[in-house]
Every structure is written in C-alpha cells, then in structure tokens.
C-alpha cells in the first residue's frame, strides 16, 4: 500500500491560507500600479501629439484613489475629469482629440498611450506579483516606469 507522507503539508496551507487573505489586497495594488502607468501615457501621448493649449485637460488626466469592486474584478478608470475655465469637460475634449469630428482630424492619442503602457504595465505587474510570492507581503504601488516619450510616437493617418 501507498504511503503519504504529510510533513510540510500543514505549512504549505497556512501559506495558501495567507495568501488567499492577501491576495486580494496584491489586486487592488496591482491595480492602482496599472493606473499610475495608465495615467502616466496619457499625459506622455497627450504632450507628444501637440494638444497642450491650455494644458487643462492634461493635467486633470487621473483616476481614483481606489479600485472599484465589480464583483468578479476590480476596476479603476483613467481619464480626464471636471470641466476648464469655459465649463467644457475635459473628458469631451479628450474624446474629440482622440476621434476627430467633422472639422478636426483623429490623433489617436488614447490608442497609443494605451498600446504604450501595455508592456510597461505587464512588466510591473509581474515584478509585484514575484515579489508578492518571494516576500508574502503586499507590495507598494511603485512610480510610472515610463519617462520622456515612454515609446509613444505621433501617429500618421
């Protein structure tokens, strides 16, 4: 007959327990992470694409202070809040710029600040993932990694 051996076994759980307990709170961090990069190509594309007049639809680019909890995920949105001196709200500007309309041409600001924090996201959720498995604590939310230009380029439509 088999044996089965348990020893380990009753360490392995309590560390399984901890970081069901935990993990939660890596997901709201790792989600916060995303958003700071999020944010970050925004205004980096924004600045690259020439739509600083004013500057204040760039500089109202934000996100909230915490994850919303949709049930089965967590979410936090980014995007351009409030109005400018004019009452215009920024996320309509925002929204203009990026698509166009009858008497502007479309930049696709968003879609390249998107497509630029992609990786730049994807790299700092495994380094707080691992560093989450190594350390069984919740990792802080770091800085954006990008910097001047972040890989955003002007695009030519």
Do not use: C, H
């Not at 996100?63 to 309509?92: C, F």
């Not at 350390?135 to 439509?157: C, F, H, L």
Request: charged share 25%; net charge negative; aromatic share 8%.
């Amino acid at each position: 007959m088999a044996r089965f051996d348990t020893s380990g076994l009753d360490e392995l759980i309590r560390d399984m327990e901890r970081m069901g307990k935990s993990s939660g709170k890596v997901a709201e961090a790792m989600v916060q992470a995303a958003v700071v990069e999020i944010q970050a190509a925004w205004k980096e594309s924004a600045d690259a694409n020439g739509l600083r007049d004013t500057g204040a639809m760039i500089d109202s680019i934000t996100y909230g202070k915490s994850p919303t909890n949709l049930g089965t995920a967590l979410a936090n949105d980014v995007y351009p809040q409030g109005k400018d001196g004019k009452g215009v709200r920024n996320a309509e500007k925002a929204f203009i710029l990026n698509y166009g309309k009858n008497n502007f041409p479309a930049t696709y600001w968003v879609d390249d600040a998107d497509a630029a924090a992609e990786p730049r996201i994807m790299s700092t959720l495994l380094d707080m993932w691992g560093s989450f498995l190594e350390s069984g604590k919740v990792p802080s939310v770091p800085a954006a990694s990008g910097g001047a230009g972040g890989g955003i380029s002007k695009r030519t439509k």
